[in-house]
């Protein structure tokens, strides 16, 4: 009998049978196959010219290079199943310079591969390989770069525990490096439940081999465990172990720590509190020589919010060491910041601070340090067409030590003042500071510092911009131990221009910025005076113009450093290829 024709559905007649149809035949089973493929192709053809303008940087070069890639992407019977992907590239170059000429010819591509892609268990294997001459972005030096490796996950149902290993080799190869890096990592966390209480657990394992050229191959591996819990809801603790070491030639060092972290948060308190205990110790050789140490610490420390004003912290700990005297510390201390009170019109700020400390072992000591400070701030809104905001600063600290003599007494004052101002398309900042610090007892000296940092950004059209910064550092330090004094002056300057669309051609960019740096260093002893200045000065322009796929590539850059005059015009002309 016929069949009746009832919908259209994936571009195919929607058919129920009649009674009286044949039955339609089982399917057997999955058909295993590769999908259809997604195939793309690219390229790239450029020329590149570089042209150095001084003595110190000598060497004309001209590079022509064209680069063809092709890309699929596939997946087998099903996405979830496997998806595969991979590109093949044929890259080729000729350089010529004024003492040689050269051709090469290089193959690039990669490949990935995932099993189960979407699943608790998914696997990749990769492998790529590229050219820096084929990327299109300027560099300083070519290079290839190499990569390929295994990876696989594992999640359980739950998703209480995850496991993920994988193995990488990456290796580097230029015109003055070939570096080659293998890696072996394993990562797990797992979430269990015992005796009533949530656990996690994690574990870590690196192993490393690096081999650089003309250089000895380095090793290193690193291994940790985890452990955490709350007990509570006031307490958590933290548990880990970890153990690392590396090789190189005859030398090695194995660094091992043991360490565990008790925290204590009362939820109606405002205390802070901890408890650590911890074991370390490393042990290194070379050249039949060896050095070992350990050491076993406890400690305990505590902070307290009395207020939002004033806090208290306290704490001790105690270290014992395997090859020499032992140490204890303790120390207690308080500080105190008033809230911000309106004075004549300033913001007048105040604050103390005191802390006591005792150590005992090779260097012991007894310490006592209090320090108070104090300020006034000002805003002048909307003076001389701007913001003007003022701030000075007191503080004064003072301690008594058992060590070397006495603790200095500090006598600091700062005044800063900035101004900002907003003027149409312009916006203009300049901030300066002054602080001048004195240091009286057992190390007598003084310390000046001059700040003025200037910054203004304007537009100067809907495509152009200008921005300029410019900060000026004058410090100066004597020391009453040998009499010398220092003196240092810096002055930094950078000038900015950026137009995304030059002399009104649409797509034409351009940027220009020059930068100096001028230091000079003095130095005032009865022994040996000194004077050291540096100066460094740059000019870069870089000029882009793309047009559909067609890029042009124009940078010139002359600059001065330590008396070396350097200069350079680099040209490229590239076109992409492809769909």
Avoid: C
Wanted: glycine share 10%; no cysteine; charged share 15%.
């Amino acid at each position: 009998m016929p069949r009746i024709e009832v919908a259209q559905a994936a571009g195919r007649p929607v058919v129920f049978p009649i009674e009286g149809d044949p039955k339609p035949k089982r399917d057997d089973g999955p058909k295993w196959g590769l999908a259809p493929v997604t195939f793309r192709w690219s390229g790239i053809t450029s020329l590149d010219m570089t042209r150095h303008l001084t003595k110190e940087s000598s060497g004309n070069q001209r590079l022509s290079m064209t680069t063809l890639n092709g890309s699929a992407a596939s997946y087998v019977w099903q996405p979830y199943i496997a998806q595969v992907n991979g590109n093949l590239g044929l890259t080729y170059a000729t350089s010529a310079t004024e003492s040689d000429d050269s051709k090469t010819l290089g193959l690039l591509g990669g490949g990935r591969v995932a099993v189960f892609p979407f699943s608790r268990f998914p696997f990749e294997a990769y492998f790529d390989r590229n050219d820096s001459r084929a990327s299109g972005e300027l560099t300083s030096s070519n290079y290839r770069n190499t990569r390929f490796g295994l990876k696989q996950s594992y999640r359980t149902e739950a998703g209480d525990a995850s496991y993920v290993g994988g193995i990488d080799r990456h290796e580097l190869s230029g015109e003055s490096v070939n570096d080659t890096l293998d890696v072996v990592q394993f990562n797990m966390n797992q979430r269990a439940v015992l005796f009533e209480r949530t656990h996690t657990f994690s574990g870590t394992a690196n192993f490393t081999r690096n081999t650089h050229i003309d250089l000895p191959q380095a090793r290193s591996f690193s291994l940790g465990a985890g452990h955490g819990f709350r007990p509570d809801e006031d307490f958590s603790l933290q548990n880990d172990a970890s153990f690392s070491g590396s090789r190189f030639a005859d030398a090695r060092a194995d660094v091992y720590q043991l360490s565990s972290v008790l925290t204590w948060t009362p939820q109606e308190t405002p205390l802070v509190a901890t408890g650590a205990a911890r074991f370390s110790g490393f042990n290194a050789g070379a050249a039949g020589s060896t050095s070992r140490q350990n050491a076993f610490t406890l400690s305990g420390n505590a902070s307290y919010a009395y207020s939002r004003n004033l806090n208290f912290t306290g704490g001790a700990s105690m270290t014992a060491f395997s090859d020499k005297e032992n140490a204890t510390t303790q120390f207690a201390g308080a500080s105190y910041q008033a809230d911000p009170r309106e004075v004549a019109g300033f913001t007048y700020t105040r604050g103390a601070s005191a802390t006591a400390s005792n150590q005992t072992g090779e260097l012991s000591s007894q310490n006592v340090v209090g320090s108070l400070n104090h300020g006034l701030t000002k805003f002048f809104p909307e003076i001389i067409r701007g913001t003007l905001s003022l701030t000075g600063t007191q503080g004064v600290s003072a301690g008594v030590g058992s060590f070397q003599g006495t603790i200095p007494n500090t006598l600091t004052h700062s005044v800063s003042a900035g101004w900002t101002v907003a003027e149409g398309t312009s916006q203009t900042a300049i901030t300066s500071t002054a602080t001048d610090q004195r240091n009286f007892g057992g190390n007598t000296d003084s310390y000046q510092l001059f700040t003025v940092r200037g910054t203004r950004n304007t537009f100067l059209t809907r495509v152009a911009s200008l921005a300029a910064t410019i900060s000026f550092d004058v410090a100066r330090r004597h020391a009453e131990v040998d009499g010398s004094t220092s003196t240092s002056v810096l002055t930094n300057a950078l000038v900015s221009y950026q137009n995304s669309s030059f002399f009104g051609v649409p797509r034409l960019t351009f940027t220009s910025n020059l930068s100096a740096n001028l230091q000079n260093l003095s130095v005032s002893a009865a022994e040996a005076p000194n004077r050291d200045s540096g100066r460094n000065v740059s000019w870069e322009n870089f000029a882009r113009y793309r047009i559909g796929r067609t890029d042009f590539q124009l940078r010139a850059q002359v600059a001065k450093s330590e008396g070396a005059n350097l200069g350079i015009i680099f040209f490229r002309m590239s076109r992409e290829l492809g769909n």
